[in-house]
T-cell receptor, first 115, second 109 residues
Framework: IAGITQAPTSQILAAGRRMTLRCTQD?????MYWYRQDLGLGLRLIHY???????GKGEVPDGYSVSRANTDDFPLTLASAVPSQTSVYFC??????????????FGEGSRLTVL | GQNIDQPTEMTATEGAIVQINCTYQ??????LFWYQQHAGEAPTFLSY??LDGLEEKGRFSSFLSRSKGYSYLLLKELQMKDSASYLC??????????WGAGTKLIIKP
C-alpha cells in the first residue's frame, strides 16, 4: 500500500518558471490538502479539496492553483514561481464521514527552491 | 485571530518523562491533534482529543482541557528515537486545522 505519494521529492527552479507538484493517494480519501512548511512557522494551508470536483482556498493561496479531477490526484501548480515560494510542500489526505476524526495522512514532502 | 502556542524547543534525558504544552485560541473547537515529525520527514498522527481528559496510548498520553484552551502531550520512558518535532493542531468551527509552529524535542543520553 503506497498511501500518499508526492513528486518530485526535491526541485530547484528558476524564478518565473511554471511548476506542478504531483500528489496521488490510493486510500480513497475524500479530502485532500496542500500545505507549506517554513522554518519557525506552523503548517500553512494553501488549498484544499473536500471531494473530487471541488476545491477551496486556504490561508496562503496566492500564486498557487489546484485541480481535483478525480479522487486520487491533487496537483499543485505554481504559475510563475517566486523566491518566497521556496519551502517544503506537503500533500495530505483524510477520510471524511461518520466516525472520522479528520486525521491527516501526509506525503513525504516536496522540497522546492526558487532562485 | 486564531493562535496556537507551544514551546519552541525542549530538552530531556533518555528514560525520563517530558510534558509538551499547547495552548490555543480558536474560533470554535472540533478536536485537538498531536503529530510527530522527524527531521526531513512527514508529520505522523499521534493522538486526537475532543473531550476533556487524558487519552493514553502506550508511552504517549495526551490531555485536553477545553475550558482552559490547553493540552499537553506526555512522553514516558523517553527513547533516542523520540527526538523529533511535536506539532499541536486544533480543528476550528469550520473544520479547518490551525497548526502550532511545533516543539523540537531533543533527547540526550
Amino acid at each position: 500500500i503506497a498511501g500518499i505519494t508526492q513528486a518530485p521529492t526535491s526541485q530547484i527552479l528558476a524564478a518565473g518558471r511554471r511548476m506542478t507538484l504531483r500528489c496521488t493517494q490510493d486510500m480513497r480519501h475524500n479530502a485532500m490538502y496542500w500545505y507549506r512548511q517554513d522554518l519557525g512557522l506552523g503548517l500553512r494551508l494553501i488549498h484544499y479539496s473536500n471531494t473530487a470536483g471541488t476545491t477551496g482556498k486556504g490561508e496562503v493561496p496566492d500564486g498557487y492553483s489546484v485541480s481535483r479531477a478525480n479522487t486520487d490526484d491533487f496537483p499543485l501548480t505554481l504559475a510563475s514561481a517566486v523566491p518566497s515560494q521556496t519551502s517544503v510542500y506537503f500533500c495530505a489526505s483524510s477520510p471524511t464521514g461518520e466516525g472520522s476524526t479528520g486525521e491527516l495522512f501526509f506525503g513525504e514532502g516536496s522540497r522546492l527552491t526558487v532562485l | 485571530g486564531q493562535n496556537i502556542d507551544q514551546p519552541t524547543e525542549m530538552t530531556a534525558t533518555e528514560g525520563a518523562i517530558v510534558q509538551i504544552n499547547c495552548t490555543y485560541q480558536t474560533s470554535g473547537f472540533n478536536g485537538l491533534f498531536w503529530y510527530q515529525q522527524h527531521a526531513g520527514e512527514a508529520p505522523t498522527f499521534l493522538s486526537y482529543n475532543v473531550l476533556d481528559g487524558l487519552e493514553e496510548k502506550g508511552r504517549f498520553s495526551s490531555f485536553l482541557s477545553r475550558s482552559k484552551g490547553y493540552s499537553y502531550l506526555l512522553l514516558k520512558e523517553l527513547q533516542m528515537k523520540d527526538s523529533a518535532s511535536y506539532l499541536c493542531a486544533v480543528m476550528d468551527s469550520n473544520y479547518q486545522l490551525i497548526w502550532g509552529a511545533g516543539t523540537k524535542l531533543i533527547i540526550k543520553p
